[in-house]
């Protein structure tokens, strides 16, 4: 007869994990909750990161609409003043256009950091603008109709970065 067989040199029985399943088992959830936290970590900071970049586009658009805002007052500044002398009237012209070249260089930016309606709200008060100041170089007082357009022409400028900025904080 043989002799009994130890417990220890039983073969294991059916069904039992092998020896190396559990560090195999606990290494593939370490490794799953590496990845996890890598691919949180890094949504997070594509989220905080495209966030920054929207502020600063908002920041940027509300800079260059203040911008245009100036320029559109140096334009406005001159509604109320008849001007007969001619001197008068070139120096207005002068002051328009200089003020008007500024109004242009904004509107430039808007076209590369704008929304298709901000950049055309931006064209319609430049093209008013422009109106006015064209109306000073014939030495012609411009009328109502055409400083209540230029005001038209700014209030929808202003409504459509506010739409803008306003747009991007939505869900």
């Given amino acids: 007869m043989l002799p009994p067989v130890p417990a220890a040199l039983a073969p294991a029985a059916p069904g039992s994990a ?59 500044a001159f509604r109320y003043q008849v001007l007969t002398d001619e001197g008068d009237r070139r120096s207005r012209y002068q002051a328009g256009a200089e003020a008007l070249a500024g109004l242009r260089e904004q509107v430039a930016m808007l076209e590369v950091i704008g929304t298709p309606a901000v950049i055309a709200r931006a064209h319609e008060l430049e093209d008013r603008s422009a109106a006015v100041v064209s109306l000073w170089h014939e030495l012609i007082n411009p009328g109502k109709p055409e400083y209540r357009a230029l005001n038209a022409a700014r209030n929808e400028l202003l409504d459509a970065v506010k739409d803008s900025v306003r747009g991007a904080r939505r869900p």
């Fill in 18 to 76: 092998p020896w190396w399943g559990v560090p195999a088992v606990a290494g593939g959830f370490l490794l799953a909750g590496a990845v996890i936290a890598f691919l949180a970590t890094w949504l997070s900071d594509r989220r905080r990161l495209n966030h920054e970049d929207r502020r600063q586009w908002d920041r940027d658009l509300r800079e260059s609409y203040l911008e245009i805002t100036r320029y559109f007052g140096r334009i406005t």
